[in-house]
C-alpha cells in the first residue's frame, strides 16, 4: 500500500514517518517548501525526541520522501490530511487548510482506484462528510464508490509522539464505508501485530514498558470518531483544572497537592494521570479543542458547561500565579522577573498558545522587566509573540542575574540541574514561584531562596 499525508507539521511528519517505519512507501506533502526540503534532506522539520534519526533512515532508505505538490494522491491507497485546524477569533475551528487540502486531493484522484481519504486532523462532527462532498464535486467521483473518507483522530502528546504513535492504547476508525474500514485495518496490521518494530527500537528515547501497551482498533461510524476526539482532550482538561483548584484549596488550608494528587491517583477509577499541578494547560491543542467543542456544544443548545468552567478556571490559574509574585514582591513596577520555560510543556519547540504569552503580558502591564529563556522554545515564542519587550536570553542563568524572582513555567530537566548555588549568588532577591512543584526536592528554601510552589507548605 502506497500512502501520502498531507501536512508535515507535528502530526504530519510523525505520522508520514510512522508508516513508512511500519513498511509503507510514504510521501508527506506540504505547501511550506522549507519543511519538504529539510525532509527530502534527512532533516526533522520540528523538535521532537527520536523524530530526527527516524526521518534521517526512512529517507536514506528511498522510504519517506516530500513535495509540495499532489500529484502522488493519483499512486496512493490512503491519504492522510493532517493539516492544521486552529482556532477562529470565535472559539469555531477554522477549516479552511482541511477544505483546501480536499480540493487539491479531489483534482489529483485516479478514477480507477479505490483511494481512502483518512481525517488525522482534530476536526468537527461532521467534516468527514465535508471532505467527501468537496472531493465529490471537484472530482465528479462517487463517495463510497470511487473513494471513501475515513475519521482516524490523532492522540499523540507533542514530546513523547513517536511513542505514542507506535504504542498507542487505542486507534479509532469512523467510516460508514465497510471497504475503507478493512484498508484501514491493513494499514494499522503491522502495528496491531509490532512486525517491523526491530528498526524502531533504536529510535526510541524513553524507556518504558512498550510491551505491556495493548493497542485496541475500536471501529465507529464517522461522526462518534471526531467526537472522541473532541471529548477527550476536553475531558483531560477538566481533570487538570481540577487539580489546579485543588492546589489553590490546598494553599489555603495547609494541604501538600501533591501528596492530595497522588492520594486520588491511587484509586483506579481516578487514576494518576494528568493531575500534575501547573499554572494551567495550554499549547496548540487543548485551548483550541475546548473552545471548538464548547462553541459547538452551545450552538446545539447541549452546553457542555463542565468545559466552559475548566476554561475559565484555567485563566484563574494563570492569574492566580501572578497574585502569588505580587504578594511576594508587592509592586512590580520596575522589578526584574526571570521567567523559565516558554513553551507549554518540555521536550518540544511548539510556543504556541503558551500560558507564558499570557502570564508574561500581564507581568509587563505590572510594569516588570522580563528576561526569558527556555532550551528549545525561544524562536518560535520570539515569532509569535512579536509584540512583548522581553529580554530573551541564551543560558538561563543570563536570565536569573539581577532578578527579583524566578518563575519557573515549564518543567524542563535542565532547569532542575542548574547550578542553584551560583542561581543564588546572581539573584537580587531570591524569590522562586515554581508552577509545576518541580523543584520541591532540591530544598531550595535550605538554599535560602523563598520558594513557593502551588499548593505546597
Ligand atoms: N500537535 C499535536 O500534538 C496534535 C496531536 C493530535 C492532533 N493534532 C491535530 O492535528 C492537526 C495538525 O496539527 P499540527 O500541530 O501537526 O499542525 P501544524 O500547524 O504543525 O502543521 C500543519 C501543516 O500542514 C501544512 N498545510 C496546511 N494546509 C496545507 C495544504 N492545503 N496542503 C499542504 N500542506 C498544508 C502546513 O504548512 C503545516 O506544515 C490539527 O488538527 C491538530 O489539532 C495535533
Ligand atoms: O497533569 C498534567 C498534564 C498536562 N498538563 C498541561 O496540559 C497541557 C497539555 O499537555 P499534554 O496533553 O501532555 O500535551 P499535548 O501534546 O497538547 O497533548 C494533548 O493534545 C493532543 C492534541 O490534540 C492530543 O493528541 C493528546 O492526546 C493530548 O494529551 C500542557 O500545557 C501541560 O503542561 C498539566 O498541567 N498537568
Redesign the pocket.
Known amino acids: 500500500m502506497k500512502v501520502v499525508c498531507?501536512?508535515?507539521?507535528?502530526?504530519?511528519?510523525v505520522t508520514g514517518t510512522a508508516f513508512a517505519i511500519l513498511g509503507f512507501p510514504t510521501i508527506i506533502?506540504?505547501?511550506?517548501g522549507r519543511?519538504v526540503k529539510e525532509i527530502n534532506e534527512g532533516i526533522s522539520?520540528?523538535y521532537e525526541p527520536g523524530l530526527a534519526s527516524c526521518i534521517e533512515q526512512m529517507v536514506n532508505a528511498s522510504r519517506l520522501s516530500a513535495t509540495?505538490t499532489?500529484d502522488c494522491v493519483y499512486q496512493a491507497d490512503v491519504v492522510f490530511i493532517?493539516?492544521?485546524?486552529?482556532s477562529k477569533p470565535d472559539g469555531a475551528v477554522e477549516l479552511k487548510?482541511?477544505r483546501?487540502?480536499a480540493k487539491?486531493i479531489g483534482e489529483h484522484l485516479n478514477p480507477s482506484h479505490f483511494t481512502v481519504i483518512v481525517n488525522?486532523?482534530?476536526?468537527p462532527v461532521g467534516t468527514s462528510d465535508l471532505v467527501a462532498s468537496i472531493i465529490e464535486e471537484v472530482s465528479g467521483l462517487e463517495n463510497n464508490r470511487h473513494f471513501a473518507v475515513v475519521s482516524n483522530?490523532?492522540?499523540?502528546?507533542?514530546g513523547y509522539?513517536i511513542e505514542d504513535v507506535f504504542f498507542p492504547e487505542r486507534i479509532i476508525i469512523g467510516s460508514g464505508s465497510p471497504k475503507a474500514k478493512k484498508v484501514m485495518q491493513s494499514l494499522y496490521k503491522p502495528l496491531l501485530e509490532r512486525t517491523n518494530y526491530a528498526e524502531l527500537a533504536e529510535h526510541l528515547t524513553f524507556a518504558s514498558n512498550h510491551a505491556a501497551t495493548k493497542t485496541v482498533l475500536f471501529e465507529t461510524d464517522a461522526k462518534s470518531a471526531e467526537l472522541i476526539?473532541y471529548v477527550s482532550n476536553a475531558f483531560l482538561s477538566v481533570k487538570i483544572s481540577y487539580i489546579n483548584e485543588v492546589a489553590r484549596l490546598c494553599d489555603s488550608l495547609g494541604a501538600n497537592v501533591n501528596d492530595v494528587s497522588f492520594g486520588m491517583g491511587l484509586d483506579t477509577r481516578i487514576g494518576n494521570k494528568f493531575l500534575q499541578v501547573s499554572s494551567g494547560w495550554s499549547?496548540?491543542?487543548f485551548p483550541?479543542?475546548t473552545a471548538e467543542i464548547l462553541s459547538e456544544s452551545q450552538k446545539y443548545g447541549s452546553e457542555l458547561t463542565l468545559v466552559k468552567a475548566a476554561i475559565d478556571s484555567n485563566i484563574s490559574m494563570h492569574d492566580y500565579c501572578i497574585q502569588k509574585i505580587q504578594r511576594s514582591l508587592t509592586s512590580l513596577n520596575s522589578k526584574n522577573i526571570a521567567v523559565l520555560g516558554l513553551t507549554f510543556k518540555p521536550n518540544t519547540d511548539?510556543a504556541?498558545h503558551t500560558q507564558a504569552s499570557y502570564i508574561i503580558g500581564k507581568l509587563l502591564q505590572l510594569g516588570a522587566n522580563v528576561s526569558v529563556h527556555d532550551p528549545k522554545g525561544m524562536s518560535m515564542f520570539q515569532q509569535m509573540n512579536k509584540g512583548l519587550q522581553i529580554r530573551y536570553c541564551e543560558r538561563p542563568i543570563d536570565a536569573v542575574a539581577g532578578a527579583d524572582a524566578l518563575v519557573l513555567l515549564t518543567h524542563w530537566d535542565e532547569y532542575r540541574l542548574m547550578n542553584w548555588e551560583t542561581v543564588y549568588k546572581l539573584m537580587k532577591n531570591r524569590y522562586v514561584l515554581d508552577t509545576r512543584n518541580f523543584l520541591k526536592k532540591l530544598n531550595l528554601s535550605e538554599l535560602g531562596f523563598a520558594y513557593e510552589g502551588l499548593g505546597l507548605h
Open positions: 498531507v501536512g508535515s507539521g507535528y502530526v504530519g511528519s506533502i506540504d505547501m511550506d519543511k522539520p520540528i509540495q499532489y493532517a493539516v492544521g485546524t486552529p487548510y482541511v483546501s487540502a487539491s488525522k486532523s482534530t476536526v483522530p490523532e492522540f499523540l502528546r507533542e509522539a476526539k499549547g496548540s491543542c483550541k479543542d511548539d504556541r
